[in-house]
């Protein structure tokens, strides 16, 4: 018992552990790395980030000016995707409105507009989209078909006094109020661990190469289990400090919902902890500089940001871009954070992810681990 | 008086790929000794060095180090010996006293039993006025004396220095040549390179390699009666230019 005691107190980790925590609280670039970067983050993606586009500058051009006239104006508002700016005189004046950028869309309702619906005959307005942007004309169309739908149906109800035979209510599941923070913030734990496993880690292993301590140590009895794993130790910690912090904010300034069980993400965290530990370690072998490894780490960022689905839908990629997605371990920790915190899912509704991750992380890990050890030769 | 021997070298030979860095070193060390190996750049000291630390693995031949075989035995090598690369290999961000606490503890030492020795060795060293400052603010003597010192903490029977003394003031160099010779007189072997004619002159014995070849050994005064020269200096300088003229004729087998 003594003598194992006495084999723990002597064994090489500890000391490089210790030392580990040491500069990683006192090189600043890495600190503030670790602590800006979440919080840039949250900020950047939890607020700037809306992808449900809302409110679009509109002007109207109202060449009827009737009670019907002004009902679909109001339509038009109520669905929310449109905030009318002004009324204007003609077209030509909307085109300018549109050109400057000063509104997005133009709602023209002719003349003949009222005269025709109350003939039983059909009105027909225009809307004028600026459809460069694709997002938001998507959201312009939705809403103007909308629009024209309820006002159809409400004067149809007027006219015949009937109900309409056919309704469908939805029920948006998850995030009932559609926010794109629920589905984003998530995410943010995930591309911080990438960051922090892959990034922060390889630099500092490569640091140790660059300033002659990798070779130093070498000669000392330190063993390569103990190098390794103090080396890799605190940053899975860092990992999960992060984790937590931006798990909190979410709670508290993002209402994001915790449903399913925070031991079970913790604990498939560190199934993906250690597959980015292993693109980290892998870097670390590859790169000659400290600079080098920065720039294959964000070489890295790319596809996970693009790709994994962390803010487009993987289902509207093209299907190589899709298989792509795949070989990261993101994708599939993705599909955990949004299971667990999201839907409250349990570990069997998880078991495809968790295989997959798990095959990601052995083939990584050992992958760069050989690598990294024969380096130390 | 024949002290024991701490390096033993037979047929030594490293080559890289086309190159032969080291070629049949013959070589023995004893303790408590201050050695010193010279040769222009590129003649196989720094190899040398590393094949005995364990930091490359010989192509044939044999050494032991401390009673144990660098090929085998590597690791218990590693526990007896101290090495000081021309990188110094300390951790900017930590202060004196944290780099020499990390170094000692990697070799084992815990508790009060570090606490005692490394009390003992930041005294030797003249450490004890910087305790607290980062190792990245230091002047470069005193990285250097901190370089040996963390090198040493553990006490090693033997202790290599690759070039320790380039790019430091002359004031600062022979502190350390003096530090060098506390060091052996607690019975640690010292084995150095340099560039420098008056820190060869030092050094009990020399080793002269040249293109990976042993061609003279001795103390400063025989090597220099051996070559037929005035000084060190002039046997490096005559060395190196036999060199340049690629005639020397034992490097071409």
């Known amino acids: 018992m003594n003598a194992l005691f006495e084999r723990l107190q002597r064994w090489t980790m500890w000391p490089m552990l210790w030392k580990e925590f040491l500069q990683l609280r006192r090189d600043r670039l890495t600190f503030a790395l670790m602590t800006g970067l979440p919080a840039i983050q949250l900020l950047l993606f939890g607020y700037a980030i809306q992808t449900d586009v809302r409110k679009l500058p509109t002007v109207v051009v109202d060449e009827s000016r009737t009670s019907e006239s002004r009902a679909l104006v109001q339509v038009l508002e ?29 709602l023209v309702i002719p003349p003949d507009y009222q005269r025709n619906i109350r003939g039983g005959h059909t009105g027909v307005a225009q809307l004028l989209i600026d459809a460069a942007d694709p997002q938001s004309s998507g959201a312009a169309i939705a809403g103007a078909q909308l629009a024209a739908q309820a006002r159809s149906t409400q004067l149809l109800a007027q006219r015949y006094q009937l109900r309409p035979p056919v309704e469908i209510r939805v029920r948006p599941w998850y995030n009932p109020a559609q926010k794109s ?30 300033r002659g301590t990798l070779e ?11 190098l390794m794993l103090g080396k890799l130790v605190p940053f899975v910690l860092v990992g999960y400090v992060q984790m937590s912090v931006i798990l909190l904010l979410g709670v508290l300034f993002f209402d994001i ?17 250690v597959a980015s530990l292993g693109v980290g370690l892998l870097i670390s072998t590859v790169a000659r500089s400290q600079a080098q490894a920065m720039q294959l780490s964000f070489f890295f960022m790319l596809p996970n940001i693009l790709l994994s689905g962390y803010i487009f839908p993987r289902a509207a990629m093209p299907e190589p871009a899709q298989w792509l997605g795949l070989a990261l371990p993101l994708t599939f920790f993705l599909d955990i954070l949004r299971g667990v915190l999201l839907k409250g899912v349990g570990v069997r509704d998880l078991l495809v992810q968790l295989g997959a991750l798990c095959l990601l992380a052995g083939t990584l890990f050992t992958v760069s681990v050989r690598r990294f050890s024969k380096t130390l030769d | ?54 930091l490359v693995l010989p192509t044939s031949g044999t050494a032991e180090v401390a009673g144990f075989d660098i090929t085998t035995q590597a690791e218990r090598v590693r526990r007896r010996i101290g090495y000081m690369s021309q990188r110094y290999g300390l951790y900017d961000e930590l202060t004196v006293a944290e780099n020499l606490r990390f170094y000692a503890s990697v070799y084992g030492l815990v508790g009060r039993a570090r606490d ?26 005193w990285k250097q004396r901190l370089a040996l010192a963390c ?32 060091l052996a007189n607690t019975g ?26 042993l061609i003279g050994l001795g103390t400063p005064a025989e090597v220099v009666q051996q070559f037929g020269a005035k000084t060190v200096e002039d046997v490096f300088v005559m060395l190196q230019e036999r060199d340049e003229q690629g005639a020397h004729p034992v490097a071409r087998s």
């Open chain 1, 78 to 106: 109520n669905t929310d995707n449109f905030r009318v700016v002004t009324a204007v005189a003609d077209r030509g004046e909307a085109k300018r409105w549109i050109e400057r950028g000063a509104a997005r869309v133009a």
């Open chain 1, 181 to 210: 923070a629920t589905f984003i913030v998530p995410g943010i734990v995930g591309i911080l661990l990438t960051i922090t496993m892959t990034l922060i880690t390889s630099t500092a292993i490569v640091r140790e190469r660059e």
């Open chain 1, 216 to 226: 130093q140590l070498i000669v000392t009895p330190i063993g390569k289990s103990s």
């Open chain 1, 257 to 273: 919902p915790v449903r399913g069980s925070l031991l079970l993400l913790y604990t498939l965290a560190l199934v993906f902890i």
């Open chain 2, 1 to 54: 008086m024949n002290a024991p021997s701490v390096v033993r070298t037979h047929a030594l030979h490293k080559r890289f790929g086309e190159l032969v860095a080291v070629h049949g070193l013959d070589l023995e060390i004893r303790r408590g000794e201050v050695f010193g190996m010279l040769g222009p750049n590129g003649s196989g000291k720094t190899t040398t060095i590393r094949m005995l630390c364990g």
């Open chain 2, 116 to 141: 005692v020795r490394l009390a003992e060795h930041i005294e030797l060293l003249g450490l004890g006025e910087r305790l607290r400052q980062r190792a990245g603010t230091l002047s470069g003597g």
């Open chain 2, 151 to 182: 090198a040493t903490a553990h006490h090693p029977d033997l202790v290599f220095l690759d070039e320790p003394t380039a790019g430091v003031d002359p004031a600062a160099r022979r502190t350390f040549w003096q530090t060098i010779y506390e």
């Open chain 2, 188 to 213: 640690t072997t010292v084995l150095v390179t340099t560039h420098y004619m008056d820190e060869a002159e030092r050094c009990m014995r020399l080793a002269f390699l040249s293109r990976g070849h």
